[in-house]
């Protein structure tokens, strides 16, 4: 499939006030009418173009988002001030109260506790499905449903959504197919598979520099409009919204997005195959062992190759707790959330960013304990890290002489 993302990210040409290369940055949170009349109509949602209060929108908000909306092929883009302010607002939005959502059992923790914890509040109910099985999500459907909602790569497992089945479900109930696309920007097109409205959590690899958080909801004009609605809409009133100052730098960094993809991918697939084959339990959508491969494969942009992320299970927490910490002795990464640096991170996904999900519900995902999540960096020699990794591994015997006979 013939991705143009990139392409149209490229020709998107935005000068600054005097002509400079960057937008300029806008620097008020308030704007001048010149007639009271405008001042009126913009309050009531009927004129374009005008700016009334940076919550609603700012300059240079929607320069980003006019770049998230080309990168994911929507007609528009809301950005807001983290990933989880774009997740609570699209879900406050689409819902009222005792309504119904179907999602996938294995999703961001922040996610997952929203909808089962938070979300009681409005007795909105959340049920937690097989996302990979079509049928199982199909029959936990119900009149009161109001989306489907996963993740294109599931955090923290690497499970791959059939997004082409998912949409042709969703449409056929009426429902919208909510994505979540944070872990594959540019691999996957969720918008071009049928679903209606796409999420990053630009904190990781679209703003890929780890030095703020922010998230974008992209989708129809209709939808992003309704979000902004002074009156009645989830992303006005919750009041997520983006500082401009950050939207501007977040912009400058995705110029670079799609080199640093395709070379996120490429080390992780090198890591993948050597591990594998050195005898290690790895998880990663480019190996055939990945019961998601094929239906990867089918989906998405070739080019970009299958993403930064992998797991290894190194068979316990303490196995799992003292690689870490050698392997950030080492240099060859820092032991710490999150994703898309250009340093390798890794943390153990049951103790840290999936600790939201009690300890059974995570044993009956398969999220044991000595996993270890993986968002592999930018090195320029991989074969070097390979190496150094495999020495800690030696070192704890996680790995035996046996395995290095291979
Ligand atoms: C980090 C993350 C989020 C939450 O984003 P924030 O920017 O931290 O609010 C949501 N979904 C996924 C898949 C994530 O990795």
Redesign the pocket.
Known sequence: MKNKASDNLQDLQYFGEYGGVNPSISDSSTYTFLSAKTMFDTFEGNTEGCYLYTRHSSPSNLYLGEALAALEGTETANVTA????A?SAVIMQLCDSDDHIVSSRT??G??YAFMKNFLKKFNIKTSFVDITKVESVEKAITSKTKMIYC?SVS?PLLEIADLEALSKLAKKHGIPLVV?N??SPLSISPAKLGAEIVIH????FINGTSDC???VVCSTTDFCLGLKDVNNGAGMLLGSTLDSLRAASILKNMRTLHIRMKKHSENAQYLAQNFEKDGLRVVYPGLKSHPGHETIKRLMNHEYGYGGLLTIDVGSLENANALMELMQKKKLGYLAV??GFYKTLFSAPGTSTSSEIPLEEQEEMGLTDGLIRFSIGLDNDIHRTYEIMKECMFELNILNSKASAL
């Open positions: 983290s990933g989880m302010g997740i999703i961001y922040g996610t993740e955090n979540d944070t872990f959590s630009l904190t990781k958080v922010a998230g999150s994703l």
